[in-house]
């Protein structure tokens, strides 16, 4: 499976088999995160055993409890953090949808049941569920590219794939509170419309737009 692939059949999966993830895949798992450490800064772990990341009723009721493993999204603590932690961190979610892995974001955790390192200065932000899901999880409802995107004159196919490619991503309660514009001098502008985790949002959402702007801008070859 391609990224490009991955981000159109990736939903938000809360209810996972025991199974553990396989020693070859959370090997590839952390080689990818120290990848992104050192490219964004960022003290991503994956944590084998989730611990007690999920034991607390909310995430019961959600099913989360189920998942086996977690990435504990942690970080040098600047108001940059949130956004690169979304960005990063969606690059992951990314490879192990097409490791045939599934995943959720989530803002509601235990914080303190998070058997994370987490050194002076640096923050945990949130975390992400990872295992083998007990289903793929579903379609969601979504808004339209004219409700999320605004461009001044021509809009070119590789501005139009990339808004198409945001509107999959994953945003904290669907909310999808944000605005990519086009500038006459064909930069892109990234606007975060507010709401609970809506800068991590915002960094999952750049990570889309991008890897679509790029794909179609390559003649659609990954
Ligand atoms: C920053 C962020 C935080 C999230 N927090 C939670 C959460 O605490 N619990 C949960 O069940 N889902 C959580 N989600 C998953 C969203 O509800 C889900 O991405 C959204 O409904 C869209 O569905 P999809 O991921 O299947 O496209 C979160 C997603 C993001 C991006």
């Known amino acids: 499976m391609t990224e490009m692939e991955a981000i159109r059949v990736r939903h938000s999966v809360r209810t996972y088999q025991s199974k553990k993830i396989e020693q070859e895949k959370v090997n590839q798992l952390k080689a990818l995160i120290d990848e992104v450490n050192a490219a964004g800064n960022l003290h991503l772990q994956f944590m084998e055993d989730a611990g007690k990341s999920f034991r607390r009723i909310l995430s019961k009721v959600m099913g989360l409890d189920s998942a086996p493993s977690v990435i504990a999204c942690v970080g040098p603590d600047d108001d940059t953090l949130d956004e690169r932690i979304g960005y990063y ?51 969601r409802k979504s808004k339209t590219p004219e409700q999320v995107s605004y461009a001044k004159g021509t809009r070119p196919d590789w ?19 944000f605005e990519i514009r086009l500038n006459e001098d064909g930069s892109v502008d990234f606007i975060d419309k507010g709401g609970p985790f809506s800068r991590v949002d915002l960094g999952i959402v750049k990570y889309h737009f991008t890897a679509g702007a790029a794909y179609k801008k390559n003649d659609g070859v990954s």
């Open 159 to 177: 501005f139009d794939f990339g808004v198409e490619m945001a509107l999959c991503a994953p945003t904290a309660i669907n909310q999808q509170s």
């Open 89 to 139: 961190g969606e690059k992951i979610v990314l490879a192990a949808q097409c490791m045939g892995l599934n995943t959720c974001w989530a803002g509601t955790f235990n914080k303190s049941g998070v058997p994370a390192e987490i050194g002076d200065g640096e923050r945990l932000v949130i975390v992400i569920a990872i295992g083998y899901g007990e289903n793929q999880g579903k379609q």
